[in-house]
């Protein structure tokens, strides 16, 4: 029995279809507002969109007590909200920080898909960049 199979059986099914479809779309958005922080154009509005996506994500999976998740979104979440207040454009690190963030939400998702047991966070992920340039 996997995280899908744990979900369903402690969840309403519709609220789970929908938090899956919800969370397929903010990781599908991710990467390219990760990407567009190092545009100075586009910097303001991906930032303030990727804390909303890890600020969504936390709180949808803290309801649904999908622990890892909710930790490493909040983790994301306090790093975008030092970030907000910072000019534009973030330094390589931090994208490259952002970038394999993405790939652990992605690899939840294939989790998710599969009813595999969650994948362990990679500790490297839990190492703040320098985001001074």
């Given at each position: 029995m996997g995280i899908r199979s744990d979900l369903d059986a402690n969840f309403d099914f519709e609220i789970v279809d929908e938090f899956l479809d919800h969370?397929?779309?903010?990781i599908d958005s991710m990467e390219v507002m990760?990407?567009?922080l190092s545009k100075p154009n586009m910097y303001h509005r991906s930032v303030n969109e990727l804390f909303r996506v890890f600020h969504n994500i936390k709180s949808a999976s803290g309801y649904l007590k999908i622990e890892p998740m909710t930790k490493l979104a909040a983790f994301v979440e306090s790093e975008l909200e030092v970030?907000?207040?910072k000019e534009a454009p973030v330094n390589e690190e931090t994208i490259n920080w952002l970038l394999e963030v993405s790939d652990m939400f992605a690899a939840w998702q294939d989790d998710l898909k599969l009813d595999n047991d969650l994948s362990k966070i990679k500790?490297?992920?839990l190492k703040i960049p320098d985001t001074d340039k």
């Open positions: 969370y397929s779309m903010m990760i990407i567009d970030l907000r207040d500790f490297s992920l």
